[in-house]
């Protein structure tokens, strides 16, 4: 092995050298040629041992996490070549990983100024192989904890349907942790270590930058369904995480990517071939623009003191508002804009601690989340005609209107609108592809 080289991008070939598991460790092994190791650690508390046909199941979704999982180190070099030297994906496996990696580093590709189109090429053993058989998975439910307003929803869900389930997160947030221990539920915390060779090499000038998480905790949470018990990962994706941001390179761009519809589809049939035939994946909220998911998550107070989609607070600091809301990040603007038409203003300003829609410094910023003069920002945010819409809402509000932003908007940029851009009702209704199971439906979507 190599000492450092000066930079992964001089590399011919990323490697996926090797996983294993051990004691409820599962530890993924990459390289960049012959450079050092990147070692990344999944640890699973408590793991039981496991008899065939769960263990075989199990390893499978191990070696589909090793391939997920490599987009966080294959982006600081991108190199040329791919090799998997553990077992080769089959043909169906290397086309999803071949745009699991192009899409969803879009956004790196558009920020580093890369073209990956062509560049991203998994090598493949060939045809599909034999599907995997069903586990007899119990009907329990995973649902993924991100301590935000959208998995909160999820759980209100999964509570009035009277489902088995057990609030899941990866990593050590004290923040999740507080929102998971808030809904009641079981808890289950997997802890994920990346390697710390890769922050070496971001220090020694690499390339960096978004990567989908979303893939890499959706293939985590499917070895832990396997390995605990579950027979369905239920995620909190709204339709409007489909939605792009730009195009870029002939490719559109979408931050959300792995939050996706294609995403969901495309992970969901891996999971049903290569790991387990009873495997349910999908997204509970999917039906739901991202005004539906604020509509409904006003209906409770419960989460106000607790719950933070904040970006760069993401993490409890101390009691104020202020101290899980930065009030300057893209996600703090629409998480306010969004809830404000669904519940009372003195609610509002009691979560975030002050009113960000008074303070005309902020206006090219909502200017971004309504598309007006710029693109939506780079984040987990909704449309434009959601941010739009929202906006009118408040306009003929009297306790809104005449804040600093609501009053500009209704003045500057409302009269350029026709009126489908202010219908919020319509962006209120279900609707879209969706895999919910139908016991489910009724309860996300009451028409459905």
Same mark, same amino acid.
């Given at each position: 092995m190599s000492a450092f080289p000066p930079d992964p991008r001089q590399a011919q070939a990323f490697r996926f050298v090797r996983r294993g598991y051990a004691d409820g460790v599962a530890s993924l092994v990459y390289a960049f040629d012959d450079g050092p190791e990147l070692v990344e650690r999944v640890t699973f508390p408590d793991a039981p041992a496991l008899a065939p046909p769960r263990a075989a199941a199990f390893e499978a979704a191990l070696?589909? !996490?090793? !391939? @997920? &999982?490599? #987009?966080?180190?294959?982006?600081?070099?991108?190199?040329?070549?791919?090799?998997?030297?553990?077992?080769?994906?089959?043909?169906?496996? &290397?086309?999803?990983?071949?745009?699991?990696?192009?899409?969803?580093l879009g956004e790196f590709a558009y920020h580093n100024r890369l073209d990956l189109r062509g560049r991203i090429r998994f090598p493949s053993a060939g045809a599909a192989r034999e599907a995997a058989p069903a586990l007899g998975l119990p009907r329990r439910v995973l649902v993924p904890i991100g301590g935000g307003k959208d998995s909160l929803v999820s759980v209100e869900i999964l509570k009035r349907a009277g489902e088995d389930a057990t609030a899941v997160w990866v990593g050590h947030s004290p923040l999740i942790a507080a929102c998971a221990g808030r809904t009641g539920m079981p808890?289950?915390? #997997?802890?994920?270590?990346? $390697?710390? #060779?890769?922050?070496?090499?971001?220090?020694?000038?690499?390339?960096?930058?978004?990567?989908?998480?979303?893939?890499?905790? $959706?293939?985590?949470?499917?070895?832990?369904? @396997? !390995?605990?018990?579950?027979?369905?990962?239920?995620?909190s994706n709204e339709r409007s995480a489909s939605s792009a941001t730009l195009e870029y390179a002939g490719q559109p761009v979408n931050h959300q990517w792995s939050k996706g519809w294609a995403f969901e589809r495309l992970f969901r049939e891996r999971l049903a071939a290569r790991v387990a035939a009873d495997l349910d994946y999908y997204s509970l909220l999917r039906p739901l623009s991202e005004l539906g998911v604020a509509e409904r998550f006003a209906r409770t107070s419960r989460y106000d003191d607790v719950f933070s989609s904040c970006n760069r607070n993401f993490r409890i600091l101390g009691p104020k508002p202020a101290d899980r809301w930065c009030g300057q990040c893209p996600k703090c603007h629409f998480v306010f804009l969004a809830l404000a038409p669904f519940m009372p203003k003195p609610r509002l300003l009691g979560i975030f601690g002050r009113n960000l829609l008074d303070d005309p410094a902020l206006a090219p910023a909502f200017d971004a989340l309504m598309e007006y003069r710029d693109h939506k920002p780079f984040e987990c945010v909704g449309e434009g005609i959601e941010s739009r819409a929202a906006m009118a809402a408040l306009a003929r509000r009297a306790e809104w209107r005449e804040d600093a932003l609501v009053a500009r908007f209704a003045e500057e940029i409302e009269p350029q609108l026709d009126g489908s851009e202010r219908a919020l009702d319509a962006l209120l209704a279900a609707g879209g592809e969706q895999r919910i199971p139908a016991r489910l439906v009724r309860h996300v979507d009451p028409a459905g």
């Open positions: 070696d589909l !996490l090793h !391939l @997920v &999982a490599g #987009v966080s180190y294959y982006k600081a070099g991108v190199p040329g070549a791919i090799r998997v030297e553990t077992s080769e994906p089959d043909a169906p496996t &290397a086309a999803f990983l071949d745009a699991l990696y192009l899409h969803g808890m289950l915390n #997997v802890r994920r270590e990346l $390697s710390p #060779v890769l922050f070496e090499y971001n220090r020694l000038g690499a390339y960096n930058g978004h990567i989908p998480v979303t893939a890499i905790n $959706s293939a985590i949470l499917a070895a832990a369904a @396997v !390995l605990y018990g579950y027979g369905e990962i239920a995620f």
